[in-house]
């Protein structure tokens, strides 16, 4: 048995949250995803990287529904991610920041976060804008919860600010509370530390841990190799559009194949600066 199968046997089964297997997703002649297979469970904070073009984000949109796949699986809690409907995904319990910030612009921070919780309410997006009496006291809730979220995420005096407004670190933070107004089992973070300052990207870090320590698992896609490295128990390579490695990021910054990609031919011995 080889190292990677005991450790992939060291995270027990009964804690699978998610098994995506031979995934492959084609645009015209370019295949964006090959036969991708890999398992995320119950508490990871599962780090996905590659060069760009690699197909990352879209793998994060095959796993959100927006894409379908030409084949493969991929099995969350029960439900068959591949045959749901983009809305349905936040139903079971997935939630997404986009590599591009797509927030509400001309909303005020609370207000982005409370659209988010909509799907968790009663009355929904349509009830909210009706604004009919009984609706009422499930607003204000939804408003109170958005300010905790805004809170956790450390912008609650932005709150009133109108989105596009907000600093860009701000905004990719407001993105992260209004996927959290889902309540969401799996968060899925594309690229959050992308165009944040060494100090932001600290406060980030903290911000995932917590996140996850507070029961949320978190797939994240992340250029910065020191932020994936120190944060994630576990990583997954692509290349390419298939997978090049998948193991502990200890095993995996070992890995020649992957220290190639990163770094051209020839320069296995210098990658140790990648572990930073
Ligand atoms: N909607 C699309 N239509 C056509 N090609 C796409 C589309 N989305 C991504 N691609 C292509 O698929 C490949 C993988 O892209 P992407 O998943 O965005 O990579 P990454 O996120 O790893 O940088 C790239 O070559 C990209 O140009
Ligand atoms: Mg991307």
Redesign the pocket.
Known sequence: MTQANINQDARSMPDLLLVASKLSKR?GG?Q?LSDVSFSICKGDIYGLI?P???????LFNVLTSLYVPESGTCNFMGHQLTRLKPHEIAIVGIARTF?NIRLFGSLSAIENVMIGRHIRTRAGVWGAITRNKSTRSEEAAVEQRAHELLEYVGIAHRANDVASSLPYGDQRRLEIARALATDPTLLALDEPAAGMNASETVVLRRLIEKIRNDGVTVLLIEHDMKLVMGLCNRVLV?EYGKVLAEGRPAEVQRNPKVIEAYLGAGSAEVAVGVSA
Not at 52 to 58: I, M, P, V, W
Request: glycine letters at 24%.
């Open positions: 645009f370019l964006a590659g760009n073009g690699a197909g990352k984000t879209t590599q692509l």
